[in-house]
């Protein structure tokens, strides 16, 4: 179910370069004075960091608690299509078996209602597929929400001007990789956010 969101994963990278571009030269010479005060120690200084977006999702408590109530909805529309599948396919046998014993326009009728109403069936097992990848989004994207903060102030704390997605870069040093600490610091933060839509509710 983990489906990456590349267009709203840079959307963000954009908004967190435009959210601190405009303070970044004023915070430099503001730490300048200060001699490095505002910075601390075993934050990497960079006017550039990167992130694993997807690692950022799929490791924090958040999207651990996420993906298990996805797999969790998964689960049970598979096992509600197998017994479809199964009522199906024995309604099926029947008609076929009934078949040598009904006027071909009688025989025809059933046929035709048993097609719309498997059609039907997959109709509506398709649209719960699709509410359940939304789910998917929808987490995703209050993820990032809530976690804009939290990454803001990791700019602000090592003077960047933008953080990016870490596989769209073509070199940077590994020290520029802000992911383990954003997830530690979006954990401390969110938790794995339940509270928060218990409280929504």
């Known amino acids: 179910m983990r489906q990456p969101q590349p267009v709203f994963w840079s959307a963000l990278g954009l908004a967190l370069a435009l959210s601190c571009a405009g303070t970044a030269g004023a915070r430099a010479q503001e730490t300048t004075a200060n001699g490095g005060a505002e910075f ?24 651990k608690r996420a993906e298990r109530e996805i797999e969790a909805e998964g689960a049970v ?3 509600e299509n197998r017994r479809i599948e199964a009522e199906l396919r024995n309604e099926e046998l029947e008609l076929t078996e009934r078949r040598s014993e009904m006027e071909p326009e009688a025989f025809r009728a059933l046929a035709d209602a048993f097609d719309e109403k498997v059609q039907e069936t997959r109709r509506r097992q398709d649209q719960k597929l699709r509410e359940i990848t939304q789910m998917g989004e929808e987490a995703r994207r209050e993820f990032i929400k809530a976690s804009l903060p939290v990454l803001q102030q990791i700019m602000r704390e090592t003077g960047a001007g933008a953080i990016l997605d870490h596989s769209s870069v073509f070199l940077s040093a590994d020290s520029a990789d802000i992911t383990s600490l954003a997830i530690a610091r979006i954990d401390a933060v969110l938790g794995d956010g339940s509270q928060e839509e218990e409280s929504e509710r």
């Open 77 to 79: 529309l598979t096992a």
């Open 40 to 63: 601390q120690l075993g934050l990497p200084q960079s006017g550039i960091l990167t992130i694993q977006p997807d690692r950022l999702f799929s490791e924090s408590a958040f999207g």
